[in-house]
């Protein structure tokens, strides 16, 4: 007896432009797995909808009337979040001021509405996964860019110091390697990598992947991404 299919990963999409929500529910709901189960064309709208919804995931644009994306990342991603959902940023520019406290307030990473469609799915379904979609063509270059003029912040060290290897381990998620990338490079099991990324986590008090990446550029030690 074959056990029946999952669940579709209910996604809610904010954007104040109905030709981008428009575009992006025809790309999402075209995947077998992913359905989506409202739109918001403003934040306090998709707040609204996200209470009554529930949504696994949402796609928030930064820039919405009444309540920007980053507003609404902070409510729904946030520690705390009174209706916990999984933020996946989408922005139009390769440089958003917006982007940064973003991600600090839990979006799980961010794309360019240029993006493609598989990776647009893509984000969805790794963000459902309690991953972060950190691409070196998108995420890590923006990440190194916003962070590159900024000094290096002291008060960004963890409350409790990282290991030798957990700054090893944070500076390939900052290149953005996967588990099974940085399991082959340091020759340890994709487990171990998972124990140790959980702890890097844990030591930052940050929600995911994004907020490891972050830290590690923030304080220096990210390597270079994969090219």
């Not at 954007?15 to 403003?42: F, M, N």
Request: glycine share 6%; proline share 7%.
């Amino acid at each position: 007896m074959t056990s029946p299919n999952p669940e579709p990963i209910r996604t809610l999409i904010a954007d104040d432009q109905e030709a981008v929500r428009r575009s992006v529910r025809r790309i999402l709901d075209a995947q077998p797995d992913i359905t989506v189960v409202g739109e918001a064309a403003d934040g306090v709208a998709a707040l609204e909808l996200a209470a009554q919804l529930r949504p696994d995931v949402a796609l928030v644009d930064i820039r919405m009337p009444r309540m920007d994306g980053l507003e609404l990342t902070r409510r729904l991603a946030a520690p705390g979040a009174a209706t916990p959902v999984r933020v996946v940023v989408l922005t139009t520019f390769d440089l958003d001021e917006y982007v940064y406290p973003a991600l600090r307030h839990g979006a799980c990473g961010f794309l360019l509405k240029r993006s493609g469609p598989a990776l647009l799915a893509e984000a969805v379904r790794a963000a459902a996964g309690g991953e972060s979609l950190i691409s070196p063509s998108v995420t890590v270059r923006l990440l190194r860019h916003m962070t590159a003029p900024r000094r290096v912040d002291r008060r960004s060290a963890p409350a409790a110091p990282l290991t030798e290897r957990e700054v090893e381990i944070a500076g390939q998620v900052a290149a953005g390697r996967t588990n099974a990338d940085i399991a082959a490079e340091l020759f340890i099991s994709p487990g171990t990598v998972k124990t140790h990324v959980a702890s890097i986590q844990r030591k930052l008090g940050v929600q995911n992947r994004v907020g490891i990446a972050v830290h590690a550029w923030e304080m220096g030690y990210a390597v270079p991404p994969v090219r």
